[in-house]
């Protein structure tokens, strides 16, 4: 019965990562409408929709899989609303994360979960019923919220509930493999039913979607009713977690293994249209493809991490490497053919970082800390949001100041250098577990006066 539940809330969890991703990704087909608006148009803007990079809270983050696409004719007004809608979702989440991993770690991990999902709901039907910016800003924001809550809560539930490896890199891989699938399928969904149906059908579906997964949550594991929290110790602070130099060098990775998906987005659609002379459907395609490497690269490094678990330092390193040197390899390319196969390394690099480092952060708390998950994840989905707040709103005039080039260079070199700095997690498999509270209380015997007294108050 336990493998069954922790198996089904596995399910529960990647269907919230799923819906955060579609949300974001299924409002690209609706934005020309609102730019149009804007203009005093009232009508469609025609085929280009901006997209800025979508966050995580993942890890685990959140990725679009396709670019930014700004029209011609906006305003500088315009191009500013627009990064800074994009973008108030990274920046709401990244104020609201320690609070949400402090609140996790005291009230346990289905009760944030169930909160989150219901202000993805609320977000929802907000975007189905929005008429102008401030109530898609609106929306935006609260998506943010909820993220904070669902995916953080979501991806620590996973870390407690799959304790041991290698099941708990092949959930947190699965969780991964959801939140690209769901940036692969948010655009045709939303486009199809957004053409036949309507702007507003594509969120109603989602939100009922999200509906029922906050019931199937009720059903396995009702936060009012279990008594999961009475087992939990106190989690270690967020700001001590954050001075942990184990911790700090996997957040630096995940921040800078990010950096080039995010300020990419916004940026090369201009690019490739500028250098190349490239279509509107090559344009809308470029970041398809890279679903597949993806999903190979968290396939490829759940295998090896099970194989060769000492080893996971090598494949954050292996994965920082490649996507700097396919961020260099970018400006060189000449068609759409050509741009397709160093965005498929980043996203590979990327998948190769996050399944490494996401379980990697698990067993730093079990061995150095006490083994509650909300603030390790916290800082996790921080790390995702400095990237993906800066993103819609820098890049832009870094192209526009240093070139398009200059960009992507710099954010190679700054991944390969990084990429050294993970030697420092070699010997982390070495270490032993800690005696925290939970290891005295629960699995071994009193060893002394305190001891003794503990487990006689943990008992009544």
Request: hydrophobic share 50%.
């Amino acid at each position: 019965e336990a493998q069954r539940q922790r198996r089904l809330l596995l399910v529960v969890v990647c269907v919230a990562l799923l819906l955060d991703n579609m949300l974001y990704m299924v409002i690209v087909p609706i934005i020309p409408d609102y730019i149009a608006a804007m203009r005093g148009g009232g009508g469609a803007a025609g085929p280009s929709a901006p997209a800025g990079g979508n966050e995580s809270g993942s890890g685990v983050g959140n990725r679009s899989l396709l670019p930014a696409r700004y029209p011609p004719a906006a305003g500088g007004n315009e191009d500013v609303q627009i990064g800074v809608l994009f973008a108030s979702k990274a920046v709401l989440q990244l104020l609201v994360n320690p609070l949400s991993g402090t609140l996790i770690d005291r009230v346990g991990y289905e009760a944030p979960l169930l909160a989150g999902l219901a202000v993805l709901f609320l977000s929802t039907t907000t975007f189905a019923f929005a008429e102008n910016y401030a109530t898609l800003f609106a929306a935006r924001s609260l998506q943010g919220l909820g993220s904070a809550f669902a995916d953080t809560a979501g991806i620590a539930l996973i870390a407690d509930r799959y304790a041991e490896e290698p099941a708990r890199s092949r959930a947190l891989g699965t969780a991964l493999a959801c939140i690209s699938f769901g940036s692969l399928a948010a655009p045709p969904f939303g486009g199809v039913l957004y053409e036949f149906a309507g702007k507003r059908v594509p969120f109603l579906v989602l939100a009922c979607v999200c509906l029922l997964d906050g019931l199937l949550l009720l059903a396995l594991a009702p936060p009012c009713a279990t008594g999961a929290r009475a087992n939990m110790p106190v989690g270690t602070p967020i700001h001590r977690l954050m001075i942990d130099p184990y911790i700090a060098v996997v957040a630096g990775a995940l921040a800078t293994c990010n950096i080039p998906l995010a300020f990419l987005e916004p940026t090369i659609a201009n690019w490739m249209k500028e250098s190349m002379g490239a279509s509107e459907w090559e344009v809308g395609l470029t970041w398809l493809p890279a679903f597949f490497p993806h999903v190979l690269g968290v396939y490829v490094t759940v295998r090896l991490a099970a194989a060769y678990p000492h080893l996971q330092w090598f494949y954050g390193a292996l994965g920082m490497a490649i996507i700097g040197a396919s961020s260099c390899l970018v400006p060189a390319c000449r068609n759409f053919k050509q741009v397709i196969i160093p965005l498929c390394g980043i996203c590979f690099g990327i998948a190769l970082v996050d399944t490494a480092l996401l379980p990697t952060l698990a067993f730093l708390v079990d061995v150095r800390h006490v083994s509650v998950y909300g603030s390790v994840y916290a800082i996790a989905d921080i790390s995702y949001c400095v990237a993906y707040a800066l993103g819609p709103i820098v890049a832009g005039q870094i192209v526009h100041t240093m070139g398009f080039a200059q960009l992507n260079l710099g954010m190679g070199l700054a991944n390969v250098l990084y990429a050294p700095v993970l030697l420092f997690l070699k010997n982390v498999c070495q270490m032993k577990p800690s005696h925290s509270e939970r290891n005295i209380l629960l699995e071994e015997g009193p060893k002394g006066l305190y001891d003794t007294i503990k487990m006689e108050e943990r008992k009544g």
